[in-house]
Protein backbone atom coordinates (compact mmCIF):
# COMPACT_ATOMS: atom_id res chain seq x y z
CA UNK A 1 0.00 0.00 0.00
CA UNK A 2 1.84 3.16 -1.35
CA UNK A 3 0.64 6.03 1.23
CA UNK A 4 1.35 9.54 -0.03
CA UNK A 5 0.64 12.72 1.35
CA UNK A 6 -0.73 15.94 -0.40
CA UNK A 7 -0.61 19.81 0.68
CA UNK A 8 -2.68 21.72 -1.21
CA UNK A 9 -2.37 25.38 -0.30
CA UNK A 10 -5.41 26.91 -2.17
CA UNK A 11 -5.61 30.96 -1.80
CA UNK A 12 -8.90 30.67 0.26
CA UNK A 13 -7.89 27.27 3.02
CA UNK A 14 -5.10 24.66 2.77
CA UNK A 15 -5.09 20.70 3.65
CA UNK A 16 -3.48 17.76 3.68
CA UNK A 17 -5.01 15.09 1.58
CA UNK A 18 -3.81 11.30 2.42
CA UNK A 19 -3.85 8.99 -0.45
CA UNK A 20 -4.05 5.40 -0.97
CA UNK A 21 -3.65 2.81 -4.13
CA UNK A 22 -6.33 0.20 -2.60
CA UNK A 23 -7.30 -2.60 -5.29
CA UNK A 24 -6.20 -0.06 -7.78
CA UNK A 25 -8.53 2.67 -6.95
CA UNK A 26 -7.27 5.56 -4.95
CA UNK A 27 -8.82 6.50 -1.47
CA UNK A 28 -8.12 9.94 -0.27
CA UNK A 29 -8.65 11.01 3.51
CA UNK A 30 -8.54 14.60 4.74
CA UNK A 31 -5.80 14.98 7.82
CA UNK A 32 -5.66 18.52 7.87
CA UNK A 33 -7.29 21.86 6.60
CA UNK A 34 -6.46 25.20 7.82
CA UNK A 35 -7.27 28.43 6.55
CA UNK A 36 -4.91 30.63 4.80
CA UNK A 37 -5.76 34.06 6.33
CA UNK A 38 -3.30 36.57 4.42
CA UNK A 39 -2.41 39.33 6.75
CA UNK A 40 -2.59 43.04 6.15
CA UNK A 41 0.39 45.14 7.75
CA UNK A 42 0.22 48.88 7.37
CA UNK A 43 -0.53 49.23 3.34
CA UNK A 44 0.88 45.68 2.67
CA UNK A 45 -0.54 42.65 2.36
CA UNK A 46 1.20 39.40 3.25
CA UNK A 47 1.30 35.74 3.46
CA UNK A 48 1.36 33.87 6.94
CA UNK A 49 4.10 31.84 5.08
CA UNK A 50 5.39 30.87 8.72
CA UNK A 51 2.14 29.90 10.29
CA UNK A 52 1.25 27.89 6.18
CA UNK A 53 4.83 26.03 7.62
CA UNK A 54 3.44 25.48 11.19
CA UNK A 55 0.05 23.61 9.29
CA UNK A 56 2.49 21.32 7.09
CA UNK A 57 3.80 20.16 10.18
CA UNK A 58 0.09 19.88 11.92
CA UNK A 59 -0.49 17.88 8.41
CA UNK A 60 2.81 15.76 9.35
CA UNK A 61 2.35 15.13 12.74
CA UNK A 62 -1.75 14.01 12.36
CA UNK A 63 -0.17 11.50 9.67
CA UNK A 64 2.24 9.96 12.57
CA UNK A 65 -1.02 10.42 15.13
CA UNK A 66 -2.90 8.30 12.65
CA UNK A 67 -0.19 5.53 12.49
CA UNK A 68 0.52 6.06 8.90
CA UNK A 69 3.56 5.03 7.73
CA UNK A 70 4.23 8.05 4.62
CA UNK A 71 5.79 7.08 1.31
CA UNK A 72 6.47 10.66 -0.09
CA UNK A 73 4.98 13.84 0.26
CA UNK A 74 4.62 16.80 -2.06
CA UNK A 75 3.36 20.64 -1.69
CA UNK A 76 0.98 22.40 -4.65
CA UNK A 77 -0.25 26.06 -4.19
CA UNK A 78 -1.51 28.84 -6.12
CA UNK A 79 1.33 30.39 -8.57
CA UNK A 80 2.96 33.97 -9.16
CA UNK A 81 4.38 34.95 -5.20
CA UNK A 82 7.69 33.90 -3.94
CA UNK A 83 10.20 34.82 -1.29
CA UNK A 84 14.02 34.99 -1.21
CA UNK A 85 16.71 33.45 1.01
CA UNK A 86 19.55 35.23 2.20
CA UNK A 87 23.35 34.94 2.23
CA UNK A 88 22.70 33.11 5.67
CA UNK A 89 19.93 30.49 4.29
CA UNK A 90 17.33 32.39 6.14
CA UNK A 91 13.94 33.63 4.66
CA UNK A 92 14.12 37.45 3.67
CA UNK A 93 10.87 39.66 4.69
CA UNK A 94 7.44 38.18 4.42
CA UNK A 95 6.15 37.25 1.28
CA UNK A 96 3.72 39.50 -0.37
CA UNK A 97 0.36 38.77 -1.19
CA UNK A 98 -0.10 39.08 -5.25
CA UNK A 99 -3.65 41.27 -4.59
CA UNK A 100 -1.39 44.29 -2.70
CA UNK A 101 -1.24 47.00 -4.70
CA UNK A 102 2.37 47.38 -4.71
CA UNK A 103 2.09 46.32 -8.15
CA UNK A 104 -0.37 49.48 -9.47
CA UNK A 105 0.82 50.65 -12.74
CA UNK A 106 3.72 48.79 -12.60
CA UNK A 107 2.77 46.41 -15.59
CA UNK A 108 2.03 49.66 -17.57
CA UNK A 109 5.60 50.92 -16.84
CA UNK A 110 7.70 48.00 -17.53
CA UNK A 111 5.82 47.72 -21.00
CA UNK A 112 7.33 51.27 -21.56
CA UNK A 113 10.71 49.45 -21.51
CA UNK A 114 9.86 46.73 -22.92
CA UNK A 115 7.02 46.09 -25.21
CA UNK A 116 4.25 43.47 -23.99
CA UNK A 117 4.80 41.35 -27.56
CA UNK A 118 8.47 40.86 -26.79
CA UNK A 119 7.49 39.21 -23.19
CA UNK A 120 4.64 37.30 -24.90
CA UNK A 121 7.10 36.27 -27.40
CA UNK A 122 9.38 35.06 -24.67
CA UNK A 123 7.38 33.74 -21.86
CA UNK A 124 4.17 33.00 -23.47
CA UNK A 125 2.38 33.47 -20.36
CA UNK A 126 -0.82 36.06 -20.06
CA UNK A 127 -0.88 39.45 -18.75
CA UNK A 128 -2.07 39.87 -15.19
CA UNK A 129 -0.73 42.63 -13.27
CA UNK A 130 0.61 40.68 -10.57
CA UNK A 131 2.36 38.24 -12.33
CA UNK A 132 5.68 37.37 -10.72
CA UNK A 133 7.92 39.67 -13.32
CA UNK A 134 5.38 43.20 -12.28
CA UNK A 135 6.44 42.23 -8.78
CA UNK A 136 9.64 42.06 -8.87
CA UNK A 137 9.83 45.31 -11.08
CA UNK A 138 7.72 46.85 -8.20
CA UNK A 139 10.19 46.08 -5.71
CA UNK A 140 12.98 47.51 -8.06
CA UNK A 141 11.77 50.85 -8.82
CA UNK A 142 10.68 51.12 -4.92
CA UNK A 143 13.90 49.99 -4.34
CA UNK A 144 13.22 47.45 -1.77
CA UNK A 145 15.99 45.87 0.10
CA UNK A 146 14.30 42.76 -0.35
CA UNK A 147 16.72 42.75 -3.29
CA UNK A 148 19.79 43.72 -1.86
CA UNK A 149 19.53 40.94 0.70
CA UNK A 150 17.80 38.38 -1.78
CA UNK A 151 20.35 35.43 -2.55
CA UNK A 152 18.03 33.22 -4.29
CA UNK A 153 14.68 33.58 -5.32
CA UNK A 154 11.96 31.02 -4.61
CA UNK A 155 8.32 30.74 -5.17
CA UNK A 156 6.15 29.78 -2.44
CA UNK A 157 5.94 25.89 -2.66
CA UNK A 158 9.43 25.41 -3.35
CA UNK A 159 10.47 27.86 0.05
CA UNK A 160 8.04 25.74 1.70
CA UNK A 161 10.41 22.68 0.35
CA UNK A 162 13.30 24.13 1.49
CA UNK A 163 12.33 24.49 5.14
CA UNK A 164 11.37 21.07 5.09
CA UNK A 165 14.38 19.51 3.37
CA UNK A 166 17.13 22.48 3.19
CA UNK A 167 17.45 22.00 -0.64
CA UNK A 168 17.38 24.78 -2.81
CA UNK A 169 15.30 24.23 -6.25
CA UNK A 170 12.52 25.87 -8.28
CA UNK A 171 9.95 23.57 -10.17
CA UNK A 172 8.93 24.08 -13.68
CA UNK A 173 4.98 24.51 -13.14
CA UNK A 174 5.46 27.50 -11.19
CA UNK A 175 8.40 28.63 -12.53
CA UNK A 176 6.41 29.07 -15.91
CA UNK A 177 3.76 31.26 -14.19
CA UNK A 178 6.44 34.32 -13.10
CA UNK A 179 6.51 35.46 -16.90
CA UNK A 180 10.34 35.01 -16.77
CA UNK A 181 10.74 31.16 -17.79
CA UNK A 182 11.29 30.62 -21.36
CA UNK A 183 9.16 27.13 -22.62
CA UNK A 184 10.65 27.00 -26.10
CA UNK A 185 14.53 27.26 -24.20
CA UNK A 186 13.35 25.35 -21.63
CA UNK A 187 15.28 27.75 -19.15
CA UNK A 188 14.67 30.90 -17.34
CA UNK A 189 14.71 33.74 -19.84
CA UNK A 190 18.49 35.17 -19.83
CA UNK A 191 17.11 38.06 -22.00
CA UNK A 192 14.09 39.25 -19.73
CA UNK A 193 16.47 38.59 -16.91
CA UNK A 194 18.69 41.17 -18.30
CA UNK A 195 16.55 43.83 -19.29
CA UNK A 196 14.96 43.81 -15.76
CA UNK A 197 18.64 43.68 -14.17
CA UNK A 198 17.93 40.96 -12.06
CA UNK A 199 21.04 38.70 -11.36
CA UNK A 200 20.72 35.18 -12.98
CA UNK A 201 22.24 33.48 -9.79
CA UNK A 202 18.72 33.79 -8.25
CA UNK A 203 17.18 31.29 -10.18
CA UNK A 204 18.50 27.85 -9.80
CA UNK A 205 17.94 24.71 -11.64
CA UNK A 206 14.26 23.54 -12.55
CA UNK A 207 13.20 20.42 -11.59
CA UNK A 208 9.96 18.84 -13.60
CA UNK A 209 7.09 17.83 -11.76
CA UNK A 210 7.76 14.04 -10.33
CA UNK A 211 11.52 14.73 -9.66
CA UNK A 212 12.68 13.74 -6.35
CA UNK A 213 13.41 17.33 -4.51
CA UNK A 214 15.18 15.88 -1.24
CA UNK A 215 14.07 14.18 2.02
CA UNK A 216 12.63 15.70 5.26
CA UNK A 217 15.69 17.31 7.09
CA UNK A 218 17.09 15.58 10.17
CA UNK A 219 15.38 18.84 12.25
CA UNK A 220 12.22 18.65 11.40
CA UNK A 221 12.28 14.77 12.02
CA UNK A 222 13.42 15.33 14.95
CA UNK A 223 11.00 18.27 15.92
CA UNK A 224 8.07 16.42 14.96
CA UNK A 225 9.42 12.66 16.17
CA UNK A 226 9.14 11.12 12.43
CA UNK A 227 11.03 9.16 9.74
CA UNK A 228 12.35 11.04 7.00
CA UNK A 229 10.64 10.45 3.81
CA UNK A 230 11.31 11.77 0.27
CA UNK A 231 10.15 15.13 -0.65
CA UNK A 232 8.96 15.33 -4.44
CA UNK A 233 8.50 17.88 -6.59
CA UNK A 234 5.13 17.83 -8.57
CA UNK A 235 3.06 20.26 -10.57
CA UNK A 236 3.83 22.42 -7.63
CA UNK A 237 1.18 25.24 -9.20
CA UNK A 238 -2.25 24.57 -7.75
CA UNK A 239 -3.64 24.79 -11.51
CA UNK A 240 -1.31 22.21 -12.84
CA UNK A 241 -2.22 19.78 -10.15
CA UNK A 242 -5.97 20.67 -11.20
CA UNK A 243 -5.49 20.05 -14.46
CA UNK A 244 -3.37 17.19 -14.17
CA UNK A 245 -6.51 15.41 -12.11
CA UNK A 246 -9.14 15.96 -14.77
CA UNK A 247 -10.44 12.32 -15.22
CA UNK A 248 -10.76 13.08 -19.12
CA UNK A 249 -10.89 10.09 -21.45
CA UNK A 250 -9.49 11.81 -25.16
CA UNK A 251 -6.02 14.01 -25.50
CA UNK A 252 -8.59 17.40 -26.35
CA UNK A 253 -10.78 18.33 -23.56
CA UNK A 254 -11.64 21.77 -21.77
CA UNK A 255 -11.82 22.15 -18.02
CA UNK A 256 -12.52 24.50 -15.47
CA UNK A 257 -10.30 24.61 -12.82
CA UNK A 258 -13.03 26.44 -10.28
CA UNK A 259 -11.88 27.53 -6.86
CA UNK A 260 -10.75 31.53 -5.33
CA UNK A 261 -9.87 31.64 -9.08
CA UNK A 262 -11.33 29.80 -12.51
CA UNK A 263 -9.16 28.71 -14.72
CA UNK A 264 -10.50 27.59 -18.19
CA UNK A 265 -8.83 26.55 -21.15
CA UNK A 266 -7.25 23.32 -22.78
CA UNK A 267 -3.86 21.21 -22.49
CA UNK A 268 -1.56 21.32 -25.10
CA UNK A 269 1.59 20.08 -26.49
CA UNK A 270 3.38 22.88 -27.53
CA UNK A 271 2.65 26.84 -26.04
CA UNK A 272 0.80 28.48 -28.56
CA UNK A 273 2.64 32.03 -29.29
CA UNK A 274 1.11 33.71 -32.05
CA UNK A 275 -0.57 37.21 -32.03
CA UNK A 276 -4.37 36.01 -31.74
CA UNK A 277 -3.07 34.57 -28.12
CA UNK A 278 -1.13 37.19 -27.50
CA UNK A 279 -4.51 39.37 -28.16
CA UNK A 280 -6.85 37.67 -26.45
CA UNK A 281 -4.72 37.02 -23.01
CA UNK A 282 -4.64 33.27 -23.00
CA UNK A 283 -1.46 31.85 -21.40
CA UNK A 284 0.67 28.41 -21.78
CA UNK A 285 1.90 27.53 -18.34
CA UNK A 286 3.64 24.15 -17.68
CA UNK A 287 1.86 21.35 -17.12
CA UNK A 288 2.95 17.86 -16.28
CA UNK A 289 4.50 15.37 -18.96
CA UNK A 290 5.56 18.14 -21.22
CA UNK A 291 2.24 19.84 -21.58
CA UNK A 292 1.24 23.36 -21.63
CA UNK A 293 -2.08 24.49 -20.51
CA UNK A 294 -3.78 26.95 -22.89
CA UNK A 295 -6.08 28.78 -20.06
CA UNK A 296 -7.32 32.13 -19.36
CA UNK A 297 -7.41 33.98 -15.58
CA UNK A 298 -11.07 34.34 -14.70
CA UNK A 299 -12.07 35.99 -11.05
CA UNK A 300 -13.86 33.50 -9.73
CA UNK A 301 -15.58 32.74 -6.66
CA UNK A 302 -13.23 35.07 -5.67
CA UNK A 303 -15.86 38.14 -5.80
CA UNK A 304 -18.44 35.81 -3.67
CA UNK A 305 -15.87 35.04 -1.62
CA UNK A 306 -15.11 38.37 -0.53
CA UNK A 307 -18.98 39.55 -0.19
CA UNK A 308 -19.23 36.85 2.73
CA UNK A 309 -16.21 38.61 4.21
CA UNK A 310 -17.97 41.81 4.10
CA UNK A 311 -21.20 40.56 5.04
CA UNK A 312 -19.30 38.42 8.36
CA UNK A 313 -17.75 41.89 9.08
CA UNK A 314 -21.32 43.17 9.32
CA UNK A 315 -22.18 40.65 11.66
CA UNK A 316 -24.42 38.53 9.30
CA UNK A 317 -22.54 35.42 8.68
CA UNK A 318 -24.05 32.86 5.98
CA UNK A 319 -22.36 29.51 4.91
CA UNK A 320 -21.44 28.81 1.04
CA UNK A 321 -24.32 26.68 1.07
CA UNK A 322 -27.04 29.42 2.11
CA UNK A 323 -25.90 31.83 -0.04
CA UNK A 324 -26.52 29.22 -3.12
CA UNK A 325 -29.95 28.60 -1.59
CA UNK A 326 -30.53 32.22 -1.58
CA UNK A 327 -29.19 33.23 -4.96
CA UNK A 328 -31.23 30.13 -6.04
CA UNK A 329 -34.51 32.01 -4.90
CA UNK A 330 -33.62 35.97 -6.32
CA UNK A 331 -35.11 36.69 -9.71
CA UNK A 332 -33.12 35.42 -13.04
CA UNK A 333 -31.18 38.24 -15.12
CA UNK A 334 -31.50 40.81 -13.04
CA UNK A 335 -28.18 42.31 -13.05
CA UNK A 336 -24.98 41.46 -14.57
CA UNK A 337 -21.10 41.84 -13.53
CA UNK A 338 -17.93 41.34 -16.15
CA UNK A 339 -16.03 39.51 -13.03
CA UNK A 340 -12.89 40.34 -14.56
CA UNK A 341 -13.20 43.91 -13.96
CA UNK A 342 -9.99 45.42 -12.25
CA UNK A 343 -12.02 46.74 -9.59
CA UNK A 344 -12.91 43.58 -8.60
CA UNK A 345 -9.15 42.45 -8.04
CA UNK A 346 -8.13 43.81 -4.47
CA UNK A 347 -10.09 42.88 -1.34
CA UNK A 348 -12.25 44.87 0.03
CA UNK A 349 -16.42 45.97 0.15
CA UNK A 350 -17.20 44.10 -2.64
CA UNK A 351 -20.89 44.26 -2.33
CA UNK A 352 -20.30 48.07 -3.02
CA UNK A 353 -18.35 47.57 -5.95
CA UNK A 354 -20.67 45.55 -7.40
CA UNK A 355 -23.49 48.01 -7.05
CA UNK A 356 -21.17 50.65 -8.39
CA UNK A 357 -20.74 48.44 -11.59
CA UNK A 358 -24.41 48.12 -12.27
CA UNK A 359 -25.10 51.52 -11.64
CA UNK A 360 -22.16 53.14 -14.16
CA UNK A 361 -23.42 50.45 -16.34
CA UNK A 362 -27.10 51.56 -16.18
CA UNK A 363 -28.76 48.53 -14.11
CA UNK A 364 -30.38 48.53 -11.22
CA UNK A 365 -28.12 47.28 -8.71
CA UNK A 366 -28.56 44.51 -6.83
CA UNK A 367 -30.32 45.02 -2.97
CA UNK A 368 -30.32 41.38 -0.84
CA UNK A 369 -27.98 38.51 -0.03
CA UNK A 370 -29.13 36.28 -2.51
CA UNK A 371 -29.62 38.98 -5.63
CA UNK A 372 -25.77 39.79 -4.70
CA UNK A 373 -25.06 36.26 -4.98
CA UNK A 374 -27.23 35.47 -8.09
CA UNK A 375 -25.66 38.66 -10.08
CA UNK A 376 -22.22 36.77 -9.09
CA UNK A 377 -23.09 33.39 -9.77
CA UNK A 378 -24.95 33.99 -13.47
CA UNK A 379 -22.26 36.32 -14.35
CA UNK A 380 -19.66 33.68 -13.82
CA UNK A 381 -21.97 31.24 -16.20
CA UNK A 382 -21.95 33.61 -18.77
CA UNK A 383 -18.55 34.82 -18.35
CA UNK A 384 -17.47 30.67 -18.35
CA UNK A 385 -19.30 30.52 -22.22
CA UNK A 386 -17.20 33.73 -23.05
CA UNK A 387 -13.69 32.51 -22.44
CA UNK A 388 -15.35 28.69 -23.28
CA UNK A 389 -15.83 29.91 -26.73
CA UNK A 390 -12.98 32.16 -27.12
CA UNK A 391 -10.87 28.54 -26.14
CA UNK A 392 -12.19 26.16 -29.14
CA UNK A 393 -11.51 29.57 -31.48
CA UNK A 394 -7.96 29.86 -31.10
CA UNK A 395 -7.41 25.75 -30.01
CA UNK A 396 -9.35 25.76 -33.25
CA UNK A 397 -11.30 22.59 -32.22
CA UNK A 398 -14.91 21.68 -31.09
CA UNK A 399 -15.50 20.33 -26.93
CA UNK A 400 -18.16 18.11 -25.87
CA UNK A 401 -18.21 19.30 -22.86
CA UNK A 402 -16.12 20.82 -20.11
CA UNK A 403 -14.70 19.02 -16.79
CA UNK A 404 -15.13 21.08 -13.44
CA UNK A 405 -12.65 20.73 -10.82
CA UNK A 406 -11.59 22.39 -7.71
CA UNK A 407 -14.00 23.35 -4.72
CA UNK A 408 -16.27 25.74 -6.60
CA UNK A 409 -18.31 22.36 -7.62
CA UNK A 410 -20.04 22.16 -4.49
CA UNK A 411 -22.19 24.80 -5.66
CA UNK A 412 -24.27 22.52 -7.92
CA UNK A 413 -26.13 25.67 -9.29
CA UNK A 414 -22.89 26.88 -10.55
CA UNK A 415 -22.55 23.86 -12.79
CA UNK A 416 -26.11 23.84 -13.89
CA UNK A 417 -25.82 27.21 -14.99
CA UNK A 418 -22.61 26.60 -16.36
CA UNK A 419 -23.82 23.95 -18.57
CA UNK A 420 -27.08 26.06 -19.08
CA UNK A 421 -24.97 29.01 -20.66
CA UNK A 422 -22.20 27.02 -22.34
CA UNK A 423 -24.92 24.51 -23.53
CA UNK A 424 -23.04 21.90 -23.03
CA UNK A 425 -22.71 19.02 -20.58
CA UNK A 426 -20.08 20.11 -16.93
CA UNK A 427 -18.63 16.62 -15.59
CA UNK A 428 -17.98 17.81 -12.18
CA UNK A 429 -14.92 15.95 -10.13
CA UNK A 430 -13.19 15.67 -8.23
CA UNK A 431 -13.44 18.87 -6.07
CA UNK A 432 -9.93 17.87 -4.25
CA UNK A 433 -8.68 18.39 -7.79
CA UNK A 434 -5.35 20.39 -7.30
CA UNK A 435 -4.67 17.48 -4.10
CA UNK A 436 -5.21 14.22 -6.31
CA UNK A 437 -3.26 15.85 -9.34
CA UNK A 438 -0.56 16.39 -6.17
CA UNK A 439 -1.09 12.97 -5.07
CA UNK A 440 -1.07 11.01 -8.67
CA UNK A 441 2.14 12.72 -9.96
CA UNK A 442 4.22 11.09 -6.72
CA UNK A 443 2.37 7.82 -7.81
CA UNK A 444 3.73 8.27 -11.45
CA UNK A 445 6.87 8.91 -9.74
CA UNK A 446 7.28 5.85 -8.00
CA UNK A 447 6.15 4.02 -10.62
CA UNK A 448 2.88 3.17 -9.88
CA UNK A 449 1.27 4.51 -12.42
CA UNK A 450 2.85 4.43 -16.26
CA UNK A 451 2.01 7.87 -17.23
CA UNK A 452 -0.72 10.98 -16.44
CA UNK A 453 -3.01 9.23 -18.70
CA UNK A 454 -3.51 6.23 -16.60
CA UNK A 455 -3.50 8.44 -13.57
CA UNK A 456 -6.10 10.29 -15.14
CA UNK A 457 -7.99 7.03 -15.91
CA UNK A 458 -8.01 6.24 -11.98
CA UNK A 459 -8.92 8.94 -11.17
CA UNK A 460 -12.28 8.88 -13.04
CA UNK A 461 -12.58 5.29 -11.56
CA UNK A 462 -12.12 6.31 -8.39
CA UNK A 463 -14.41 9.83 -7.72
CA UNK A 464 -18.04 10.23 -8.41
CA UNK A 465 -18.28 12.45 -11.65
CA UNK A 466 -21.89 14.38 -11.77
CA UNK A 467 -23.22 14.83 -14.85
CA UNK A 468 -25.32 18.46 -15.62
CA UNK A 469 -26.90 18.18 -18.47
CA UNK A 470 -28.16 21.77 -20.08
CA UNK A 471 -31.59 23.24 -19.62
CA UNK A 472 -33.57 26.69 -20.84
CA UNK A 473 -31.47 27.22 -23.21
CA UNK A 474 -33.19 30.43 -24.95
CA UNK A 475 -33.02 32.13 -21.54
CA UNK A 476 -29.26 31.92 -21.29
CA UNK A 477 -28.62 32.71 -24.68
CA UNK A 478 -30.75 35.89 -24.36
CA UNK A 479 -28.99 36.59 -20.71
CA UNK A 480 -25.74 36.27 -22.82
CA UNK A 481 -26.46 38.29 -25.58
CA UNK A 482 -27.34 40.99 -22.93
CA UNK A 483 -24.38 40.40 -20.71
CA UNK A 484 -22.10 40.73 -23.75
CA UNK A 485 -23.09 43.95 -24.48
CA UNK A 486 -23.77 45.36 -20.71
CA UNK A 487 -19.93 44.38 -19.88
CA UNK A 488 -18.33 45.68 -23.15
CA UNK A 489 -17.51 42.10 -24.58
CA UNK A 490 -19.68 41.96 -27.60
CA UNK A 491 -17.45 42.28 -30.78
P1 LIG B 1 -8.94 27.54 -3.18
O1 LIG B 1 -8.22 26.23 -3.35
O2 LIG B 1 -8.62 28.54 -4.24
O3 LIG B 1 -8.78 28.10 -1.80
P2 LIG B 1 -11.33 25.88 -3.29
O4 LIG B 1 -11.05 24.99 -4.44
O5 LIG B 1 -11.22 25.32 -1.92
O6 LIG B 1 -10.48 27.24 -3.38
O7 LIG B 1 -12.79 26.47 -3.50
C1 LIG B 1 -13.33 27.42 -2.61
C2 LIG B 1 -14.68 27.88 -3.11
O8 LIG B 1 -15.57 26.76 -3.21
C3 LIG B 1 -15.35 28.85 -2.17
O9 LIG B 1 -15.07 30.19 -2.55
C4 LIG B 1 -16.83 28.55 -2.36
O10 LIG B 1 -17.40 29.46 -3.29
C5 LIG B 1 -16.89 27.16 -2.92
N1 LIG B 1 -17.46 26.21 -1.94
C6 LIG B 1 -16.79 25.56 -0.98
N2 LIG B 1 -17.65 24.79 -0.26
C7 LIG B 1 -18.87 24.96 -0.79
C8 LIG B 1 -20.18 24.44 -0.50
N3 LIG B 1 -20.39 23.58 0.49
N4 LIG B 1 -21.21 24.84 -1.28
C9 LIG B 1 -21.02 25.71 -2.30
N5 LIG B 1 -19.81 26.24 -2.61
C10 LIG B 1 -18.76 25.87 -1.87
C1 LIG C 1 -5.09 29.53 -8.60
C2 LIG C 1 -3.87 30.27 -9.09
C3 LIG C 1 -3.98 30.70 -10.54
C4 LIG C 1 -3.09 31.90 -10.55
C5 LIG C 1 -3.47 32.57 -9.25
C6 LIG C 1 -2.47 33.51 -8.70
O1 LIG C 1 -4.99 29.19 -7.25
O2 LIG C 1 -2.71 29.52 -8.90
O3 LIG C 1 -3.62 29.70 -11.46
O4 LIG C 1 -3.21 32.71 -11.68
O5 LIG C 1 -3.72 31.49 -8.35
Same mark, same amino acid.
Given at each position: ????L???L ?7 LL ?9 VE??H??P???V???DRLH ?6 Y ?11 H ?5 Q?MA?D???V ?6 K ?6 N?Y ?6 T ?6 L?A ?32 P?L?E???F ?5 L?R??L?GQI ?13 N?IE ?20 V??P ?19 I ?6 E ?6 V??VP ?6 A????G?W?LM??EV??P ?14 G????T??L?K??M??W????C??E??? =? ?7 E ?12 S ?6 ? =? ?11 A????KT ?6 T ?11 L ?8 E ?5 S?Q ?6 M????IQ ?6 W ?5 GK???AG ?7 G ?10 E ?6 A ?8 P????E?E =????W ?15
Open positions: MSNVAFDGASSGRAGRLVGGKIEELRFNDPQVGWDILRLHEIKQGLLKAKHGIELSISWADFGFIGNGELVGPHYRDRHDGAMESFEIPPSVIFARTGIQFLPFNTIYQLYALKQAKSLNGNRLMIPDLYFTHNEFTNATTTQLYPKSWDAELLRMLELPKSWFGDLQGAKAGNLQASVCEELGIGSPVYAVAHDTGSAAAATEGSFYLSCTSGTDKVLHDLAQKLNFTNEGVADYRLNIGLVLQERRWDR =EGKSYSFPLVQMAGAAKPFAFIDPDDS =EFLPPGDMPSRIDYCRGQEPPKVGEFVRCILESALKYRYVFLTERLVRFNGLHVGGGNELLCQTANAIPVLPSEGSAINLAVQWIAQGFADIWERRVIRESFIKIYP =ERDDGRAYDRFRILTGLAE
